[in-house]
């Protein structure tokens, strides 16, 4: 890729004045923005740094402090991170956290991309649930119910678009299908699951789905919630997935016509790894999206990351400070998001320079 | 080998045409045969803990109350009516919502296209923090900020001169019902239609004559005027209900509770900032030729965006804005979280108390279907009207 030309150099006057003084409506707007900043950046730094309480400290002198205190993260910060995992266990969680990154730090890599990652997927989505289970290899064995925190969160988030997107893959399909009976009611589907709100989903999910099954069979929480969120996700990556299957130029279905494979080793060998390159930036922001939307499983009462830090905050000696316990959710949420929203355009620039050579 | 001119009949299971209805019978029997198993289910289930079936619940009393409802509504009303008050305080919530969301997002959007570096700085911050933040976090965020960090009533903040800012929400002065006001409200109303008129006629002059007439002034004339002199004819009445604290409480003047100031500052806040990502994407996508064969004929920057660009734009930015409107509305089921009653709220009480859980679930998700499949129609019409038409 050619690099684009650098820029003229500007001296730091003229830089101000193109950019923030070029005229009186640009300098009137310079000046507003500084006013506001002059105004909200000092006394966000004094209650967030200055004035702040780091380290471990007491109730009591947070309150005596004027700022911010993260002595209320340093007391519960394994309670938000892990729930009500037992205390002794929560390096099997965290295990699986490190697992995770680097699965994901493996993944961002193009080259890799393939069905060696995928396998390597499958073993470490295996593993992973291995260790928050245990029960074997002398791990004592936890119930889905004690889970929580940001594992529970990223497990419903990463096993969900797991089964999600091969599901999405068919329905996908189904709806460019030429049978119309099929056509119809994979359309029904993705349009009843998008017209609905994820909440109604998960209520279904939960008062809804015991019903459906047959007597004395039952399955947990964190389960129905799964499913829920599996639907969901399915209805909107078949989407992302379809937009990506009208990108395919009609040419490509007929030569392999042409070359004689059935419908189905078109689609594997030569439509859909097209298809979902172009259609992964928006696959990415599905994730991002669900990543998000998980926090709604506290609405069904899952410890998950929201959850679990709104419980820390219930503790009387420090429910004054929720402000820092909303604050510390929020930036773990938004490191994760930005990170792969900044992916998500990366790729994109990706595939729009590999269209213009 | 087969020699090519002589090709066997296709047995009948080969043939294409009967494989193609033969799986979608399968698809079909799969499906119905699915949905059959679990309605058994859900009959033998709902026997077994003797759950009554069937819609008959929405006219017994509902017995629980709404903290705050559109239509007059109390404990010893139906179901039904709880539902209906319910929709009622979605529908209230998502419309002001949407109003509110594409006014900030587009001057978001604008923003974020400035030639200003800071003002670019400050827009994008405001959209990158808040879109990456799950929407229940800034909602509990800002009801706990509401009820735990304003003033109490008692020192509620003054914000304007009768508008009142308070841990129990906000309180601002109303007009003291009038006589005079349906007839304002009707005069506005046929104003607005006249206004409507007088655009497609001006547009034809335009086409016929090339003049361009007066557009904004004789319009705003015809919506204000009318209501304004019906005004005038009933006396001018002014009087305010403003709110004064008494005792314990404000009496007087209108309030919005803290759970919809909430819900309501959120689901703005949030939209907003996909609109404006929606808004910069869309003029960002009209070629730059557009622009500078708008400055080439001379027109101002101002005109040019009006004339020029923003027409071509919204073409891009509404199909999905659309979407955005239509996430709004269905992310105001979190209210839930916060105690705002809207129809999750309420469908959620009534399953908890009638125990008819397919019955509460179905009407909560038909509703929202229903809303979700008009507006997509009503949007689909209106971008068929603005489409590209090719000569």
Same mark, same amino acid.
């Given at each position: 890729m050619a690099a684009a030309p650098a820029p003229p150099r500007l001296g730091a006057v003229a830089w101000l004045r193109a950019n923030?003084? =070029?005229?009186w409506s640009n300098t009137v707007l310079t000046l507003l923005g500084l006013f506001l900043l002059v105004r909200a950046l000092p006394p966000l730094f004094d209650w967030g740094v200055a004035h702040a309480v780091w380290g471990a400290a007491d109730p009591d002198v947070c309150k005596a402090? =004027?700022?911010? @205190?993260w002595a209320m993260i340093h007391e519960k910060y394994r309670l938000i991170l892990?729930?009500?995992?037992p205390y002794a266990e929560q390096w099997r969680p965290l295990l699986g956290l490190v697992l995770l990154v680097v699965m994901i730090g493996l993944s @961002?890599?193009?080259? !890799?991309?393939g069905l060696r990652l995928a396998e390597a997927w499958g073993a470490a989505l295996a593993a992973w649930l291995l260790l928050m289970w245990g029960?074997? !290899?002398g791990l004592t064995f936890v119930p889905n119910n004690l889970w929580g925190g940001l594992p529970l969160t990223l497990i419903l988030t990463v096993i969900g678009l797991a089964i999600a997107f091969p599901l999405s893959i068919f329905l996908a399909l189904g709806r460019r299908s030429r049978m119309p009976v099929i056509r119809i009611l994979c359309r029904v589907y993705i349009e009843l699951i998008r017209g609905v709100p994820l909440i109604s989903l998960l209520f279904m999910a939960s008062f809804m789905l015991p019903l459906f099954l047959p007597t004395g069979v039952s399955i947990d929480e964190v389960l129905r919630a799964q499913v829920a969120i599996i639907l969901f996700s399915a209805a909107y990556l078949a989407e992302a997935v379809r937009g990506g299957l009208q990108a395919i130029p009609k040419g490509q279905h007929e030569a392999a016509h042409a070359l004689g494979l059935s419908y189905w080793q078109a689609q594997r060998k030569i439509i859909l790894p097209q298809a979902i390159a172009v259609a992964i930036p928006a696959i990415v922001n599905i994730f991002i999206g669900l990543f998000k939307d998980t926090s709604l499983v506290a609405i069904v009462s899952l410890t998950d990351l929201l959850l679990a830090m709104r419980q820390a905050i219930a503790d009387p000696q420090w429910r004054r400070f929720f402000v820092e316990g909303y604050v510390f959710i929020a930036l773990i949420y938004f490191v994760v998001c930005f990170f792969m929203s900044k992916y998500s355009q990366y790729l994109e620039t990706q595939f729009r320079s590999g269209q213009q050579r | 080998m087969v020699s090519p001119t002589t090709l066997a009949p296709v047995v009948f299971w080969r043939n294409q045409r009967f494989r193609l209805a033969l799986y979608q019978a399968v698809a079909l029997l799969l499906v119905i045969g699915a949905g059959a198993y679990f309605v058994s289910n859900a009959l033998a289930n709902l026997d077994e803990r003797s759950i009554r079936t069937g819609f008959?619940?929405?006219?017994?009393?509902?017995?629980f109350r709404i903290g705050e409802s559109i239509i007059p509504y109390d404990a010893s009303n139906s179901y039904g009516r709880a539902y209906v008050v319910g929709v009622l305080n979605t529908l209230r919530v998502s419309l002001l919502g949407i109003v509110l969301a594409t006014l900030i997002g587009v001057l978001v959007g604008m923003a974020r296209l400035s030639s200003n570096w800071l003002v670019v700085r400050l827009a994008s911050l405001y959209v990158e923090t808040v879109r990456n933040v799950p929407l229940l976090l800034q909602l509990f965020f800002w009801y706990t900020v509401i009820t735990g960090l304003l003033p109490s009533v008692r020192q509620?903040?003054?914000?304007?001169?009768g508008v009142y800012l308070s841990k129990s929400g906000l309180m601002f002065p109303a007009p003291v019902p009038h006589p005079g006001h349906p007839y304002m409200a009707a005069v506005f109303v046929i104003g607005c239609g006249l206004a409507w008129g007088y655009r497609g006629r001006a547009r034809r002059r335009q086409e016929a004559t090339g003049q361009v007439p007066k557009l904004l002034l004789p319009s705003l004339g015809l919506i204000l005027g009318p209501p304004l002199v019906v005004w005038l004819v009933s006396g001018a009445p002014t009087a305010l209900d403003v709110p004064v604290f008494t005792r314990f409480t404000f009496r007087g003047g209108n309030s919005i509770t803290p759970e919809f100031l909430s819900l309501l500052a959120g689901l703005v806040l949030y939209t907003a900032a996909f609109i404006a990502e929606n808004v910069r994407g869309g003029i960002q996508a009209v070629p730059r030729g557009q622009s500078e064969a708008a400055a080439a004929l001379g027109l101002r920057r101002t005109t040019a965006l009006r004339l020029v660009i923003l027409p071509q734009a919204l073409r891009i930015v509404i199909p999905p804005t659309t979407s955005q409107y239509l996430n709004l509305m269905k992310n105001s089921s979190l209210a839930v979280a916060i105690g705002y009653p809207d129809l999750v709220s309420v469908a959620n009480t009534s399953l908890n108390q009638s125990g008819q859980a397919i019955e509460c679930i179905s009407i909560m998700m038909g509703v929202y279907l229903t809303i979700s499949l008009s507006i997509s129609v009503v949007m689909n019409v209106y971008d068929r009207a603005i489409a590209l038409v090719e000569r």
């Open positions: 923030l003084f =070029s005229n402090a =004027s700022g911010a @205190c892990f729930g009500r995992y @961002c890599n193009r080259n !890799a991309w029960g074997v !290899a | 008959g619940f929405l006219s017994r009393e509902a017995g509620a903040t003054q914000l304007l001169p």
